[in-house]
Structure formats: C-alpha cells, structure tokens
C-alpha cells in the first residue's frame, strides 16, 4: 500500500462555491442543503414531503414546487467525487443539523443483511 501525500502546492475550485481550496476529492451530493428550499419545506409541512405520509400524489403540490422538490431531491442523493471547501462543507453540516438531524426520525435500513 503506498502512502498518500497531499499536494499542498495545487488549490482547486470548490465545486458548491468555486473558491480556491487546498481540500481533496470526497464522495458528495450535487448541492450542499440550500437553506431556502429548507424553508419552502418547511412551510408546506416537512411531514407531509419527506415523512412517512410523504405521498405527493394525495398532496395539492404546485406544479412548480413539485419540480424544485424533484430536481433538489435528486441533486440531494446525486454523490460524486468533488472538491469542496472547508467553509461549505462546515455550513452544510450546520444546515443538517438545522433541518435533518432529528434523533427520533433517523434510520437506516440495510436490506439483504440476514
């Protein structure tokens, strides 16, 4: 196995924000959390989007609200390898602790797993 170096000599663009940073490749989704669809959510009734009766078709979504959820959903679980920024990477988590680290609404299910 052969130890990695960092190349401290090379900045990258952010891919969320594009400023130049020394931080390397990490597996990440598409956008960081964005705060004003956060709200928008919000305001509809998370439960009502993302919860257990999160069934769109019983819900009279706009036909443009519906889009931003679909596109920020799938920009959300879109992971890639990117280079981004430690100021991003520390607002994002701020912004999960904010909206999505709910102890009593977090699982994780393995299937397959017997």
């Known amino acids: 196995m ?3 170096t960092l190349n401290r000599e090379k900045q990258n663009p952010c891919s969320w924000c594009g400023r130049l940073t020394w931080m390397e490749q990490m597996q990440l989704p598409e956008t960081p959390i964005l705060e004003f669809m956060e709200e928008k959510i919000d305001k509809y009734g998370r439960n009502r989007i ?3 009766d999160g069934d769109w078709s019983s819900q009279d979504l706009d036909s443009d609200f519906e889009a931003e959820l679909l596109v920020y959903d799938q920009m ?3 992971i ?3 280079v981004v ?3 991003c990477l520390k607002d994002d988590d701020e912004l999960w602790e904010k909206y999505y680290n709910d102890d009593d609404n977090f699982e994780i299910e393995f ?3 017997d």
Do not use: A
Request: proline fraction near 6%; hydrophobic fraction near 20%.
């Open 111 to 113: 299937d397959g797993l």
């Open 2 to 4: 052969t130890k990695k």
């Open 76 to 78: 959300l679980c879109n």
């Open 50 to 52: 993302w919860g257990e």
């Open 85 to 87: 920024c430690i100021n």
């Open 80 to 82: 890639s390898p990117k």
